[in-house]
């Protein structure tokens, strides 16, 4: 975790002038054995660090509410003019974009 937000932090925030830019990320942390179902939490990325927002456990990130959420958090909090919204996922081809592992998923019976 501190590896992708610190890449975020050297990369995306360089010295100059954007006093006024927002970077909000909400970051999955991998499967652990003391966290079988994924935990989540949302981080305030600035050029002197990254800070925590929120915790939000146990989450589905591959479900809409999730993203409706992580949206909503972010303007209600960080109101803006302009907005970006960049998914980042290794992929899984035929399982779709942003597929959670830690989440339940229906079974082939049940679509």
Not at 68 to 87: G, Q
């Amino acid at each position: 975790m501190a590896n992708t937000l610190t890449s975020l932090q050297a990369y995306d925030l360089l010295p100059g002038p954007k006093n006024d830019l927002n970077v909000i990320v909400l970051y999955n942390y991998p499967y652990t054995v003391s966290n079988p179902y994924g935990h989540a939490s949302l981080f305030s990325i600035q050029a002197n660090g990254y800070y925590l927002l929120a915790d939000w456990g146990q989450t589905n990130m591959d479900s809409y509410v999730t993203l409706t959420n992580y949206i909503d958090y972010t303007k209600n909090h960080f109101p803006a003019n302009n907005y970006a919204l960049v998914l980042a996922d290794h992929g899984m081809g035929y399982a779709g974009f942003c597929y959670d592992y830690h989440a339940p998923h229906p079974t082939m019976t049940t679509l």
